[in-house]
């Protein structure tokens, strides 16, 4: 295989990496492929037979489809996309700017344009979305043998064929779904439909989200779930292939908002300089304005950080134990609500889980923080002075309290994202630490003002 990371554009040889994708996994050819600038992947598949380079834009591990498409000659742009899976077909459309998308619209044959402006009709993120409309699909007066027939005609013409979907010979709506196994194990004269059995299968709708459909698809054990119109019409089929495909890309999205950024839908690689600062900048800035709340915190407690000095030793300390146990909190609770183990409904039962919680966790930790401050008083590691031991209550009673309000803030601040129509995930882990940061610092001084008050304050 050419290890295309050293072909640069003055020695680039299209003839000879064709040449040596032709024998290769799909796979594989696609890795390489996405070495390669857009120019001069599209100069290799060019030189491809074309079935081969259909297979390849049919990836959804390709990194550039679109711009692929955009750089190859129309005629045989528009003999790809003709020749791909309608969904991947109507993902690389869906990209492409104007006039470049009308173009290749305007060259398809009227069948695959009008299959790909009906997939780009339904949002983002739904079953229609990512449904392909490649099934195969039988009249429920069939015989086994004809079945079979029928898929030996159109196999190279559909996606995949994981179960045969039957449909009533009138009104053409679904009344069944029998797997590829049993129609081969069938009688080749027994009608198609008791195979079917008089279970009613298990569908999905064009508008329900990607993630509802990988649980149903999870939950069932399914190789893939029919999209059904009101009318019961199967309008196509989502696989588990996809559903696969849109859970990494979900996760991708959630881990990166968690980091405290917008979700990127590009490589990492593919990324300009200046949409990465878009991407991060914003909440870097945001969470940098929200710090400086911390700042204010202290120096609204100037006073009495100047006569116990003692106290700022244990700032990160106070600090980090809070927005470590909210992010934590956090992410139990994003996670929950995004599988569905907890509901909107739930949150008063959450809110009196993570109390005791963060109490019990802010006592462990109060209380090592309490065993640290002691030894290092007796073995002489640092003299925290004569009211020592007030200082060692102070932290061990701020921890129990900022430990608290982390859990709680964690916990509570997932549900009013969700209940304002926002995305849980945006809740991530630094915006949490930084609430809480702030509160900690409040928490911290108002108990050292308790404990400390006639003595060190």
């Known amino acids: 295989m050419t290890d295309t990371h050293t072909i640069s554009d003055g020695d680039f040889n299209a003839a000879l990496v064709a040449a040596r994708l032709i024998n290769e996994e799909v796979a594989d050819n696609v890795e390489v492929l996405n070495r390669l600038s857009p120019e001069q992947a599209a100069d290799v598949l060019a030189l491809l037979p074309t079935e081969a380079s259909v297979d390849i834009l049919d990836k959804p591990e390709l990194d550039f489809g679109a711009e692929i498409i955009e750089a190859l000659p129309r005629p045989f742009a528009v003999t790809l996309l003709a020749g791909m899976s309608a969904d991947m077909a109507a993902d690389i459309v869906q990209q492409l700017d104007e006039p470049v998308r009308a173009e290749l619209m305007q060259g398809l044959d009227e069948t695959s344009r009008s299959v790909i402006t009906g997939l780009l009709q339904y949002p983002d993120n739904t079953a229609g979305a990512m449904m392909t409309t490649e099934f195969v699909s039988v009249p429920g007066n069939w015989t086994v043998e004809q079945t079979l027939q029928h898929i030996r005609q159109v196999e190279r013409t559909r996606e995949t064929v994981y179960s045969i979907y039957v449909l009533d010979p009138v009104t053409r709506r679904l009344i069944g779904a029998v797997s590829l196994r049993r129609l081969i194990s069938g009688e080749p004269t027994a009608n198609i439909v008791t195979l079917a059995g008089s279970r009613k299968p298990i569908t999905t709708t064009p508008l329900t989200d990607r993630e509802d459909v990988a649980r149903l698809i999870t939950r069932h054990d399914l190789l893939a779930v029919p999209v059904v119109d009101k009318a019961g019409h199967v309008r196509g089929i989502v696989t588990f292939d996809d559903i696969m495909d849109a859970i990494i890309e979900e996760n ?30 914003v909440w870097l800035c945001l969470l940098f304005l929200s710090e400086m709340l911390t700042a204010s915190c202290m120096q609204y407690f100037e006073g009495e950080l100047e006569k116990a000095i003692v106290l700022t030793l244990f700032i990160p300390l106070i600090m980090s134990s809070g927005g470590n146990s909210g992010s934590q909190t956090t992410s139990l609770l994003i996670r929950s609500l995004a599988l569905h183990e907890v509901k909107l409904s739930d949150w008063w039962r959450v809110a009196l889980r993570e109390l005791p919680t963060g109490i019990i966790l802010g006592a462990m930790l109060g209380l090592i923080g309490m065993f640290r401050i002691v030894l290092w008083q007796k073995l002489g590691f640092y003299n925290y002075g004569e009211h020592w031991i007030l200082v060692a209550l102070t932290v061990g009673a701020a921890l129990i309290g900022v430990v608290t309000f982390g859990s709680m803030a964690g916990s509570m601040l997932p549900f009013a994202l969700q209940r304002a129509g926002f995305d849980p995930a945006s809740a991530s882990a630094p915006f949490v630490a930084t609430l809480v940061d702030v509160t900690g610092l409040m928490i911290y001084f108002s108990v050292a003002l308790v404990i400390l008050r006639g003595t060190l304050l």
Do not use: S
Request: glycine letters at 16%.
């Open 252 to 281: 991708t999205e959630d881990v990166q908002k968690f980091g405290g950024m917008e979700a990127i839908e590009e490589p990492y690689m593919q990324i300009g300089l200046g949409h990465m600062l878009r991407k991060r900048g």
